[in-house]
């Protein structure tokens, strides 16, 4: 039974962690905001076909009662009506058209919003995934210290007791060893708020994580954001909201047809003819209207004006948000040029700091270097190490911005 405990305990484990691309997926589908964004995309899709139902023709039913004391020949006691129009504007001054237009600029700006929020999401993912890596080397380091400290002050202790050694030098490993222990408590703890956001994010636990690396960028392309899209979008939805409040100045032509039918009771009589031959129990009646704004003291001619000045005033965002990503760009190419430079550093670091401490051990343990030298070459060899392993994955969380600002999904180059 142990055996087989043995043999499966591992795999149970392995199948309870989960790789960047698989939390970056879990969030697209079960993230909280990112479903309220496709709310936003179906609302905005109503409003399109909301739009598109504009151009056809109207139809209108009604029914009435009334009663009235005291009647007359003309004015009957009871009266009963129904009615039924159908009306169709023929010409609008092209409101309609651009109502429509501006409706399915809005939709492309939520499916634009949506997109640029996932990848927004993703990179928080990425940063926390490879925040929670980083947290743990460092952990791993200060536990790797804390039990070197722990086997030196054991044997301190040991020849203090045999007189060769002082209880100051005991008390300083000692306080060396709790300070150290603080710090673990410390991060453990940064560790568990970055897994608790992680999980907030992916909608999945993250206590076992795969090891996974981005693609070295090669060739990429710069692509206009999805925010930006956006911009352009509301820019183009705003200008078609200046075309609706123009077509006001233009001619409204209209057609309608209303049938009619009534029924009367308590009427009343005359001598020579029935009160009800005066009154008619039915009539269709066909409109033919035109009517058009001459005088408003140009009010809505301003509002015009207004709403195209915010028009220029989003493509005066646009043209900053471009200059703004490019610049961003180009700044995290160069980044990952001088995380490689420090890369290499943390790496001929920690060779030497290895050397100088499996060196000065030894001398410690042998009486040739007092505790101060000691302690100095271990925390610079557990400095080191935290500091090439976070090196590392600051580097796979500086591709992930890399090809961000490059306009891509960083999910695509996740292996």
């Known amino acids: 039974m142990k055996i087989l405990l043995g043999l499966f305990l591992p795999l149970f484990v392995f199948a309870q962690s989960y790789g ?32 598109k139902s504009a151009y056809w023709p109207t139809v209108d039913v009604g029914a009435s009662h009334s009663s009235l004391s005291p009647n007359s020949v003309v004015s009957p ?5 129904a009615f039924a ?9 092209g409101r309609k058209s651009a109502v429509l237009r501006g409706k399915q600029y809005e939709h492309e700006a939520s499916l634009f919003e949506k997109i640029a929020f996932e990848k927004s999401v993703t990179l928080d993912i990425v940063r926390h995934y490879y925040g929670i890596q980083k947290l743990k080397a460092t952990l791993q ?49 940064e560790l568990l708020r970055s897994e608790k956001n992680l999980q907030l994010l992916s909608g999945l636990p993250v206590k076992q994580l795969k090891k996974n690396y981005f693609q070295e960028p090669k060739n990429v392309q710069f692509e206009i954001f999805e925010n930006i899209k956006m911009l352009q979008a509301n820019a183009n939805a705003v200008g078609e909201n200046a075309s609706v409040i123009s077509a006001g100045y233009k001619p409204q032509v209209n057609v309608s ?13 005359m001598p020579g003819f029935e ?20 005088f408003d003291n140009g009010r809505m001619s301003k509002e015009s004006e207004a709403v195209k000045y915010q028009k220029l005033a989003l493509l005066s965002e646009i043209e900053y948000a471009e ?12 980044s990952l040029e001088t995380i490689r430079s420090r890369l290499k550093s943390a790496k001929s670091a920690l060779r ?46 500086g591709k992930s911005i890399y090809y961000y600002y490059a306009g891509k999904d960083p999910k695509e180059f996740i292996r």
Request: cysteine-free.
């Open 77 to 81: 006691g009871e009266t009963s009506s």
């Open 20 to 51: 960047l691309r698989t939390l970056v997926d879990h969030a697209n589908k079960e993230n909280a905001l990112i479903k309220a964004k496709e709310i936003s995309i179906k609302a905005t899709q109503e409003r399109v076909e909301a739009a």
């Open 323 to 334: 200059d703004e990503q490019e610049m961003n760009f180009n700044l995290s190419e160069k």
């Open 352 to 397: 030497a700091a290895k050397s100088t401490y499996d060196v000065l051990k030894e001398k410690f343990e042998v009486g040739l270097v007092d505790n101060i030298a000691f302690l100095d070459a271990l925390s610079q060899k557990t400095q080191a190490q935290a500091r090439y392993k976070e090196t590392l994955y600051d580097y796979e969380i």
């Open 275 to 294: 009160g009800d031959g005066l009154l008619l129990d039915h009539q269709n009646k066909v409109m033919l209207s035109v009517n058009m704004r001459l």
């Open 141 to 189: 380091a200060l536990e790797e210290r804390s039990t070197e400290l722990k086997a030196q002050i054991k044997r301190v202790k040991k020849f203090k007791g045999a007189g060769l050694s002082t209880q100051e030098e005991v008390d300083k490993l000692q306080a060396e060893y709790d300070s150290n222990n603080y710090t673990m408590a410390n991060t453990t703890l």
């Open 85 to 93: 129009t159908i009306s169709v504007d023929l010409y609008d001054g």
């Open 257 to 269: 047809d209303t049938y009619h039918e009534s029924h009367f009771d308590d009427t009343v009589s």
